[in-house]
């Protein structure tokens, strides 16, 4: 337990040192959402109908972004090996990085997305599912951006290669959690939704680190 | 003749359903071509490359 | 019985005999679907003649999901027992697998323009299928992103596994989504219920193209079987001459010794 909180940690000391880690992902995941009105026009009752979509599919992006720095430079410099070597089960350490990444980037994207919903002219009555969504899906986005950033290590351009990889894993989030929003403004309730959702975070948990570590130990030998 | 010509108009729909069979044709087709060719190149290098290393 | 075809040389030996068969197979089978495709067949009450796509597209659309489904098995069965020549079929399997889904989504589109109107129809079954090329596309793409040739097969392998465990999981959020954003008018690219005249041809399509994939599989893992061997020839040579090699590159002392 120790091992995990420590490697949890150290994950989160080395992201928020840098400071700028989770400001691009707060940045790019602003910015991707201010250009749809751009693109699409700012006619309000437009943006209120493709709100969720806009924000769900930004947030997706900007996790996809992030997901570089999840393994790779610990990759690098030797850091995994001696990841690999500790008595903690590479699932646990690959969990607790899963974690760390989380927090520096669902969590924030989680937090200010009420703010950015404004900006795209969310009905009010949206911004709670929007909120609780994100809070249960953002979650899954790093659970399964874990084994596509594992399974990618190494590989010749893995920015592209990663992307590639993720795409079908995060449709089932985005599909549900846009669809709650969606469901939210019509009147015919989020709830399934956001079942649906947690259950996707939910079977994600134990499985996602187990194929993490799989592609790890991949990488490793 | 006539129903020859019927037959190739296919209702009206001659612009969907022949160029669906042509594009599957060609796909397939070309794969396989593609895949015959690159096998026989393979058999004639191993050939090659065993007889030359068998005659020592 | 997969243990009997651990051995490389014996399955080359055997798919050489089989080879033979399956394209005059799948030659002939073709050949009786596609007259009974675009002549025997009636056309349909509503769709006129150009149901007659429906004797590509579905079967196109079977194999698409039963090759990723070989492919997962096959990685399996490699990253499970170590079988050697899983990880060849698998890899031979997916470019036919993603061919068969380009043509299941191109007839679709073709299917579709007469029907409703425009050149793509967010279908769930289009849908799913287009979910599944980029499937394809991935493990195709990570397979070859790594110099080491090992890597980039075991890390597909592992792909292919976590892509069939997500495969229902899209079936299942795409019917969802789909039914959520349903328009008015029922867009499904599947008609009423199959007369018997028009499910033999279908049946005869599957099939033909099911040999036509036999066929292209052992193609391919022979050809990669036989590239991999010439390579090995390449770089170590023949016992014969490893020691004439051995000497000229790594000096005199090490051979004599």
Excluded at chain 1, 96 to 119: D, E, N, Q, R, Y
């Amino acid at each position: 337990m120790a091992a995990f909180l420590g490697l949890f940690r150290r994950d989160l000391r080395l992201a928020l040192r840098q400071g700028g880690e989770v400001g691009l992902v707060l940045g790019f995941f602003t910015l991707a959402v201010l250009l749809f009105p751009f693109g699409v026009g700012p006619e309000p009752e437009l943006l209120d109908r493709i709100a969720g979509g806009i924000i769900w599919v930004a947030a997706l992006l900007a996790a996809v972004l992030s997901l570089d720095r999840l393994f790779a430079a610990d990759h690098a410099d030797g850091g995994l090996d001696l990841i690999a070597l500790s008595p903690l089960p590479l699932e646990l350490s690959a969990l607790a990085k899963i974690m760390a990444h989380w927090v520096t980037t669902g969590l924030p994207l989680t937090v200010i997305s009420p703010l950015l919903a404004l900006f795209v002219n969310l009905d009010p009555e949206g911004i709670p599912v929007l909120t609780l969504g994100l809070l249960l899906g953002t979650p899954a986005l790093s659970l399964l951006g874990g084994i596509a950033a594992a399974l990618t290590l190494g590989a010749r351009r893995p920015g592209v290669l990663v992307s590639l990889v993720v795409l079908p894993l995060y449709l089932p989030p985005l599909i549900f959690g846009s669809g709650a929003v969606e469901a939210s403004l019509t009147g015919d309730g989020a709830y399934a939704h956001l079942l649906l959702l947690g259950a996707v975070t939910l079977a994600a948990l134990p499985l996602a680190p187990l194929a993490t570590a799989a592609a790890l130990r991949q990488a490793l030998d | 003749m006539s129903a020859f010509a019927d037959w190739l108009a296919m209702g009206g729909y001659a612009g969907f359903v022949w160029p669906a069979y042509g594009l599957a044709a060609a796909v397939l087709g070309g794969l396989s071509l593609y895949y015959w060719s690159r096998h026989r190149r393979s058999a004639a290098d191993l050939d090659r490359l065993q007889g030359s290393a068998g005659r020592r | 019985m997969l243990s009997r075809f651990a051995n490389p040389a014996r399955f080359m030996r055997v798919s050489g005999a089989a080879l033979p068969w399956f394209g005059a197979a799948a030659a002939a089978v073709l050949a009786v679907g596609l007259v009974w495709s675009l002549a025997i067949a009636p056309p349909d009450y509503q769709q006129g003649e150009s149901v007659r796509i429906m004797f590509i597209h579905v079967p196109a659309a079977w194999m698409s999901l039963s090759v990723y489904l070989l492919v997962a098995m096959a990685s399996a069965v490699a990253l499970v027992w170590r079988h050697p020549l899983a990880e060849v079929a698998a890899q031979a399997a997916a470019p036919i697998g993603a061919a068969f889904t380009l043509i299941c989504l191109a007839t679709g589109s073709l299917w579709g323009r007469p029907m409703w109107g425009t050149w793509w129809v967010w279908d769930a079954r289009l849908t799913s299928v287009l979910v599944l090329f980029f499937l394809y596309l991935g493990y195709i793409a990570l397979v070859n992103a790594f110099d080491d040739r090992d890597r980039g097969a075991r890390a597909g392998s592992l792909l292919a596994l976590v892509g069939v465990v997500n495969l229902p999981i899209i079936k299942f959020s795409v019917d969802w989504w789909n039914t959520l954003h349903q328009p008015a008018s029922v867009v499904k690219l599947g008609g009423p219920t199959i007369a018997t005249s028009m499910l033999l041809p279908l049946l005869v399509m599957a099939v033909g193209f099911m040999l036509l994939f036999g066929w292209l599989l052992l193609l391919r893992m022979r050809t990669i079987l036989n590239e991999r061997k010439a390579e090995a020839l390449r770089l170590y040579g023949q016992p014969a001459n490893r020691r004439e090699r051995a000497e000229a590159l790594t000096g005199d002392a090490v051979a004599r010794s």
